[in-house]
């Protein structure tokens, strides 16, 4: 039987009841309660064959090409009581987006600057890995790891007053304002803003409300 984070770490049923969702990405196909949305361009979302792999987001080859998978719409989680473990990596550090979190809706751009959201995000105009929290109005906050190409290990927090990022294991950042109140569900979300494919890979996430 698998294990996840929440299982291993808490032993407190009224966490363990809540709603909890997992996902190593290992498999021939993309499980279906993932849905390709915010398409635009010949962007792909699929199992990588390679070690530890996991999904790979890959965008087309026009600037503002973009790909996210959520959930459609379906919003189990509490934007001011959860808590979202993931592993991800960026193929390139020129020219991209690449954000992994919780959003209100489906169809939000994260380079809008509108989506309801609590995010950890790499983006090209960054030299740090950022925390976005938005309300309508997104903030962001950088932390002191330097975007990379590198696995990294993220952990995302939403409280009622603030929300949090830690980077592996290392608690980086703090925000307090801008913070959704709205239900949400896990996104993963690539973008390019050049006339060349942007990769993204993602082998864990998990989501549970506290």
Known sequence: MTTSLLEA?????TVADKARFVDYFVGDSLRNW???NDIQGA???VMSDTIDGGVILTTGTTSADRISIDFNDKRPFDATGFILHGR???GSLDNFTGTIGVEE???GDMNSGTVDAIACQMNSSQTYIILISGN???ASTSSSINRNTQWN???LQGFSGSSTLDIN???QVTHTSNLPTTRQQPFIYNRTSTTGAKTLNCNYIEVYNT
Not at 9 to 13: F, I, M, P, V, Y
């Open 9 to 13: 770490l808490n032993t407190d049923r």
């Open 34 to 36: 993932w849905t390709e």
């Open 43 to 45: 962007n792909t979302a």
């Open 88 to 90: 991800y990596k960026v």
């Open 105 to 107: 809706t489906e169809n």
């Open 136 to 138: 309508g109005t997104q």
């Open 153 to 155: 290990n993220v952990k």
């Open 169 to 171: 294991g290392s608690l």
